[in-house]
């Protein structure tokens, strides 16, 4: 996961893979804007000191209200009327969905999590993406709403989304090169399943990325969740 330089600001994802974007701004305490946009698809990450404080999108499988009803945190009835008061007011559909008791607030700040959430982890699969970061020192005051993610656990979420095997494979090293754990990755806070650490067990600064591959188990190559 280690860059043995720091990526460019600007960039194609292809050529630095959005883990590696994630898990760099968090190092390097970052404070701005990460965009990346993907045919018509606009995602915007702010950063806050190295955390991630918030993210937009204008995808429209990342609306709140359609989370909200896809999550099962509303009813189909609720949705139409959250959107036809939005439509009426071109109010927050959070605030809409609160004021007509449809969530409570500690419900919504839980949802705006899964939002985020779900809109980082969709990002594990894009591949011709652009992506530019913008340094600020302050963040607007509407995303800091107390959401504070650390990069590196989205990195471990978003591994268990990658199913697409060809594309994996691609974004690894030469498999006859030799991995090396990176302290400032692996000396962290981050709790690991058995199978996850039977991977990082696995490095030993001797054996090749191909080697690890035909020692590990099934079960930790296909990252499924405990």
Do not use: C
């Not at 959250?82 to 007509?100: D, M, N, P, Y």
């Not at 705006?112 to 809109?119: G, H």
């Not at 697409?164 to 498999?175: A, K, V, Y």
């Not at 690890?212 to 296909?222: C, G, K, V, W, Y």
């Amino acid at each position: 996961m280690g860059l043995s330089s720091p990526p460019p600001l600007t960039g194609q994802v292809k050529d630095v893979p959005f883990p590696n974007l994630l898990h760099f701004l968090k190092t390097a305490h970052k404070t701005g804007l990460l965009t990346l946009r993907d045919s018509h698809v606009e995602k915007t990450i702010f950063f806050k000191e190295g955390t991630i404080a918030f993210a937009s999108s204008n995808d429209p499988n990342d609306r709140l209200a359609e989370l909200a009803l896809r999550t099962g945190r509303i009813n189909f009835k609720q949705y139409e009327i959250a959107e036809s008061a939005f439509k009426e007011t071109r109010r927050k559909k959070g605030a809409i969905l609160v004021e007509h008791g449809m969530l409570k607030p500690r419900e919504l700040f839980d949802l705006l999590v899964t939002q985020v959430w779900e809109m980082l982890l969709g990002l594990f699969s894009v591949v011709d993406a652009r992506y530019a970061f913008r340094e600020t020192t302050t963040l607007p005051s509407h995303v800091l709403i107390g959401i504070a993610l650390d990069p590196d656990e989205i990195i471990k979420a978003g591994f268990y989304r990658v199913s697409n095997w060809p594309q994996l494979i691609e974004r690894l090293s030469p498999l006859d090169n030799i991995l090396k754990q990176n302290p400032d990755f692996v000396e962290t806070d981050l709790v690991y399943a058995p199978h996850e650490q039977e991977i990082l067990n696995l490095i030993d600064q001797v054996r090749s990325i191909r080697d690890i591959l035909a020692l590990a188990s099934t079960r930790a190559l296909l990252w499924h969740k405990p």
